[in-house]
């Protein structure tokens, strides 16, 4: 099925399928990937991400997943976040965040926790640094993992922001590096489709985010050590388009953070 299929179920491994909202945009891609997990026979499904509230999308997903399991949020994000609150209404399972604000009916996830629920096992990895509450989730087979959902940590097609001040570059680089130890599992992230290798695309984000951190060396050279981030997004970002400019911006601040800080 051609990438991509509104409110449509696209199986992309055994136990991991897709539900594309229609949502798309500059920052969400394609839409939101609604993420519905489910291994071999056992009943229900783990709904990871159920997207902006729209009562749509609602009904597709609870459509799809038939029995609901679990909930679980990569990030607190409306895009990802916004229906939450009525699948937990519409079907009493638990939705599990790393923000508190963003649970209903279930406790924090906490780093390296293992969630056992619908016939899968996922491992919960603190990935911060798009949002501090930043999480993605190891989806395992036998003894080795298989995929990992990653949210906005690593996308399908681009890169990320790192929405500044609740983003940290500094955690985000940790988070980059630790996904790439995960090696060449499947990557299936909050936008975009999926890819191969979580290794070589965190590889990718690391050696841009380097490169921009080079850039906005030579821009505070050039504009000045006390230059806005705006100022810098206007000399570095000259090639983005300007409807995105906003959350360049964010990203650049948090590099001036990082910078200034004394990395």
């Known amino acids: 099925m051609t990438h991509p ?4 179920v696209r199986p992309v491994l055994p136990n991991a399928s897709v539900l594309l909202q229609a949502n798309p945009g500059p920052m969400t891609l394609d839409g939101t990937n609604t993420w519905l997990l489910r291994g071999g026979p056992a009943r229900g499904c783990v709904v ?21 399991a679990l909930v679980l949020l990569t990030h607190g994000h409306h895009d ?23 649970c209903h009916g279930g406790a924090v996830l906490a780093d390296g926790e293992t969630l056992e629920a619908a016939g899968i096992r996922l491992r919960v990895l603190a990935t911060p640094g798009h949002t501090a509450d930043s999480v993605s989730f190891a989806l395992d087979a036998a003894d080795d993992v298989a995929a990992v959902l990653t949210g906005d940590t690593i996308l399908g097609r681009g890169t990320t922001v790192v929405a ?12 980059l590096q630790r996904l790439h130890g995960l ?13 191969p290798s979580v290794a070589e695309v965190a ?7 380097a490169e921009r951190l080079e850039q906005v060396r030579g821009a505070l050279r050039e504009l000045g050590a006390q230059a806005s981030a705006r100022q810098i997004v206007e000399l570095v970002y000259a090639d983005v388009d300007q409807a995105v400019w906003w959350a360049a911006e964010l990203s650049v601040a948090a590099q001036l953070d ?6």
Do not use: I, N, W
């Open 5 to 8: 299929a509104y409110e449509t």
């Open 48 to 68: 990871v991400d159920p997207g902006e509230e729209d009562d749509a999308h609602l009904a597709a997903v609870l459509e799809a997943a038939g029995e609901v």
């Open 183 to 195: 090696g060449d599992v499947s990557v299936l992230p909050g936008h975009g489709p999926e890819l």
């Open 258 to 263: 990082y910078l200034r800080a004394g990395a």
């Open 164 to 175: 500044h001040p609740d983003g940290v570059l500094g955690p985000y680089l940790d988070s």
């Open 203 to 209: 590889g990718q984000y690391l050696t841009h985010r």
């Open 80 to 102: 990802h976040s916004g229906a939450a609150a009525a699948l937990h209404e519409a079907t009493g399972a638990s939705v599990r965040a790393a923000d508190a604000a963003h």
